[in-house]
């Protein structure tokens, strides 16, 4: 008899499953098609909500589930992408040399890249800011950090660091390494006194470690996310066209809140998206 329930148990639950009762999401997508296209997309591996490469190897954050709309609207399963990590210094060789296909890595829109990419977007408008620790007091814009001898950091390839040096505080000491994981690291053993980059970015920091780090200051830059392709690459107006309808469909407001909208982050407006902006 307790065989007879066990089994009768064991099958309902198998039912109840199937049935969606415990959370199934319906029918697995189809498996890609093997002589289908592909696409090989460059990504951050270390921004949480905007790219992130997660312990059990998914991916997930804005620039993963815009690359995914794109890839969909150019006719590409989504087994058949490959997100490769794109740090910020690499992304433009990257392109050139045919690594990847395009780059959606928190990718800035700058007349010196657009001497060496193309770009379609902007797709998100974001803000330069500064993370601290938490108990740090004394730090609250870019212009507080020249009034001492303090430690800044930002990844080599990116402009943030640079920019505060150049018009804010050109006391402060730049440190730059290939990452913003190792600047959060550096940041919380001390070595560094605050990291720049993206408010985007940051929040995603500071949520995940809200007892140790803040956000200070307002934003004070505009940074344009695009997605980067080769000089003349001819799939950069479809490239358009997806982003486009990537916001007129509705999708772009699912996408921003469930990605950087899960760390408090203010949600901005849809932007105007442009071939080449």
């Known amino acids: ?59 997930e954050g804005l620039d993963v589930e815009v690359a995914r709309y794109i890839a969909r609207e150019l006719g590409v399963h989504p087994g058949n992408i490959t997100f490769v990590e794109a740090r910020s ?11 990847v296909d395009m ?17 379609a977007g902007p797709y998100f408008v974001a803000g330069q800011s500064l993370l601290v620790r938490k108990a740090n007091s004394d730090i609250t814009g870019p212009e507080s950090l020249d009034y001492s001898d303090w430690k800044l950091c930002s990844v080599t390839g990116s402009t943030p660091a640079q920019r ?6 050109r006391s402060v000491t730049l440190e730059q390494f290939s990452s913003y994981s ?18 985007v970015i940051l929040a995603g920091y500071a949520a995940q470690q809200p007892d140790r780090f803040k956000l200070v200051g ?15 690459d001819e799939r950069l107006s479809k490239i358009t066209a997806a982003l486009r309808k990537m916001i007129s469909d509705g999708s772009w407001n699912r996408i921003v809140s469930g990605s950087v909208g899960k760390s408090g982050y ?5 932007p105007q998206v442009v071939e080449n902006p």
């Open 1 to 59: 008899m307790r065989r007879f329930r066990a089994l009768s148990v064991a099958l309902t639950m198998l039912a109840l499953t199937g049935c969606g009762v415990f959370g199934s999401s319906g029918p697995a997508e189809d498996p890609p098609p093997p002589n289908g296209p592909k696409l090989t997309i460059g990504i951050k591996f270390d921004q949480p909500g905007v790219g992130l490469r997660t312990a059990s190897g998914a991916f």
């Open 89 to 99: 210094g690499d992304r433009e060789a990257m392109l050139e040399q045919g690594k």
């Open 103 to 119: 780059i959606a890595a928190s990718y800035s829109i700058t007349d010196a890249r657009k001497q060496k990419v193309d770009f």
């Open 164 to 169: 505060v040096k150049d018009s804010y505080a």
């Open 182 to 199: 190792e600047c959060l690291s550096a940041l919380e053993r001390g070595d560094l006194d605050a990291l720049t980059t993206d408010d």
């Open 218 to 232: 307002k934003p004070f830059s505009t940074e344009r996310y695009g997605v980067g392709v080769r000089k003349g």
């Open 266 to 270: 203010k949600i901005p407006e849809p």
